[in-house]
């Protein structure tokens, strides 16, 4: 191919969308077909329908949110790592990088950046993790490895360690000062299930009453954002 020519989308590295809200995957899908190295292949809202499309058009990279309805993001990132263990993905959430990083790279990211930041950010962190590289913001990279050792290496982190990624979602969202029914509608799940999670997180963090968990979580939440 000349200088002249330009490649053609097949040519390109082939991106799949992982997101559960149209509108952010069609502005995102319009930015990075707008590149000439990157083509959006195909789209998913859920996480079966991520596990087909993966597949079927078996991209160079996948761009996973973490918040969808059902299997969340990051027990969808485990199961797309077993059945395609060399095909790099990169989180992109709304969440902030101090809460869910970590656990995205443990299940098999390679990469984590948020919506909120600029657009060039995002097709850096693409660029990055298709040629292998990890990609985090510069803001949160030091403190996350910092966490990594203590967490992994000397066993000691955080008590909501002990939670699991469901349950850490939940944690989050009682922290910002959502109750039982609107943590239900923000995770598409029954008030039933998200009581349970409740009755979970208290259990395992030791916590006498609801109070007390709920103080907790809002410390906790206002200390990751500081």
């Known amino acids: 191919m000349s200088k002249s020519e330009s490649p053609t989308a097949a040519e390109k590295h082939q991106v799949l969308i992982i997101d559960d809200h149209p509108i952010f995957r069609h ?42 309805p059902g299997t969340n993001g990051i027990e969808l990132l485990k199961s797309m790592k077993a059945e395609s263990p060399k095909m790099p993905m990169l989180v992109v959430s709304m969440h902030d990088e101090s809460l869910y990083a970590l656990r995205a790279l443990r299940a098999g990211a390679l990469g984590y950046v948020m919506k909120a930041e600029a657009l060039d950010s995002i097709l850096t962190a693409i660029r990055k993790v298709l040629s292998g590289e990890p990609y985090l913001s510069p803001k949160f990279s030091d403190r996350l490895v910092f966490k990594a050792i203590r967490s992994m290496d000397e066993g000691l982190g955080s008590p909501v360690d002990k939670l699991s990624d469901r349950e850490l979602e939940v944690l989050n969202l009682m922290g910002r000062g959502f109750g039982a029914q609107d943590i239900a509608n923000e995770l598409h799940l029954s008030v039933k ?23 907790f979580s809002i410390e906790w939440v206002a ?3 500081s």
Do not use: W
């Open 27 to 68: 502005g995102i899908c319009a930015m990075i077909n707008a590149e000439p190295d990157l083509h959006v292949c195909g789209e998913a809202g859920s996480a079966p329908a991520a596990l087909d499309a993966m597949r079927r058009l078996k991209p160079d990279v996948a761009l996973v949110d973490i918040s969808m």
């Open 193 to 215: 299930t998200i009581e349970t999670h409740r009755a979970h997180i208290k259990e395992k963090l030791g916590f006498h009453d609801s109070k007390e968990m709920v103080r």
């Open 223 to 225: 200390q990751q954002q």
